[in-house]
């Protein structure tokens, strides 16, 4: 296998207030968050095969998804960890010790509530990553971003041309991002932010490709509601609705 997405979804939506169940597991139009990312990797040709990082209690009805929706490359279904990190980490470790695993493989690591991607942004990731090393999609900064210490006052108006968020996939080589996964559970850090800012501390380049405002993650009602409106408008355009 060369090119594999890691989707984790081992989070239990906490902020999302009182639900029934995980955020990722939520319906829009009839159908879990998770299973509309998911499917933008299983429909992309050049994903070889998917691994879904997920709550213990959740498995089973993780696999009863794949087979509902013929999620065909889903390949490991395996238990999530305390933290994103270690979520994202017994993905990895899946995959790096399966023998099908190439020695040039790609990771892409998505968030499973991070359902509006495109096979385009998929595929730059991928030659992005092969061409140079690492690819991390990015988002232009929008709005005035200031620096605070004490989170009282203003220290510093950062220029917003130089700005830009971290969004996703974040794409490596399976060898350096779990290489580097081991020498931060070597140190004790099991609570790094995101997969970027980790292999940015061992100085490896990484490489942007520019992704758009509506790659956004569902951690809130206000995000299902976006993602709802943007879903429906999309639809909409699909079907010859609306013109674009």
């Not at 933290?83 to 020695?103: H, P």
């Not at 509601?225 to 355009?237: P, S």
Request: net charge negative; proline share 2%; charged share 25%.
């Amino acid at each position: 296998m060369k090119n594999i997405a890691l989707i984790f979804a081992g989070g239990t939506g906490s902020r999302m207030g009182n639900t029934e169940k995980p955020k990722q597991f939520l319906n829009i139009d009839d159908k879990p968050i998770i299973v509309h990312t998911l499917e933008k990797f299983n429909n992309c040709s050049a994903i070889d095969g998917i691994v879904v990082t997920i709550l213990a209690e959740y498995i089973d009805y993780m696999n009863e998804l794949v087979a509902e929706y013929s999620l065909d490359k889903v390949k490991w279904i395996v238990e999530g960890g305390e933290t994103g990190q270690l979520s994202i980490f017994n993905g990895l470790d899946a995959v790096y010790k399966d023998d099908r695993t190439c020695e040039n493989t790609v990771v892409l690591i998505h968030d499973g509530v991070r359902p509006i991607i495109t096979e385009n942004l998929i595929l730059e990731n991928i030659v992005t990553t092969r061409t140079h090393g690492a690819a991390v999609t990015v988002a232009p900064a929008t709005e005035t971003v200031f620096k605070s210490e004490d989170k009282a006052k203003i220290m510093e108006v950062l220029k917003r041309e130089d700005l830009f968020y971290a969004r996703a996939p974040q794409t490596f080589f399976l060898k350096d991002i779990y290489d580097t996964h081991l020498k931060e559970m070597d140190l004790g850090i099991k609570n790094n932010i995101d997969s970027c800012s980790m292999m940015y501390k061992y100085n490896h380049s990484m490489s942007f490709v520019l992704g758009n405002s509506s790659n956004i993650k569902i951690t809130n009602y206000e995000d299902y509601f976006i993602f709802e409106a943007l879903y429906n408008l999309n639809k909409k355009r699909e079907e010859g609705k609306i013109l674009t």
